[in-house]
């Protein structure tokens, strides 16, 4: 068998508030909720798990998830992200406020979760599609 990637655990003050904001954005559902994790599976199987961080943890470290949709996905979630007035930007240091980039021939943008974390929608692979 080789490698493959099963699922991660996104921190959050809320999961299902995160959980709900992820799916809706992305056009997702969530799945059956096991312990403490809302899970969201993604069409190849993997899944992210929300879970509550400890109550003790006041601030959550940051992390980036980039996700490949396509354009009719991109043109559903860049229309939620107007509905929902987020930020967002052209690139991850945040230049280009409120735009998209079109690199490699397709769009993308990023912006942020309840809980800070780095979301980027994508439509086309970094370095172009294979040839």
Known sequence: MSVQFNHTIVGCHDNRETAEFWADILGLDIGKEAGPFIPIPLAHGAVFDFARVP???????????????????????????????????????????NEINHHDGGRGVYFLDPNGHFLELITVPYGGWPA
Request: charged share 20%.
């Open 55 to 97: 109550p003790h943890i006041s601030e959550i470290q940051p992390q980036h998830y980039a996700f490949l949709v396509s354009e009719a996905e991109f043109d559903a979630a860049y229309a939620k992200i107007q509905r929902y007035k987020l930020d967002h930007w052209a690139d991850p240091q945040q230049h280009g406020i």
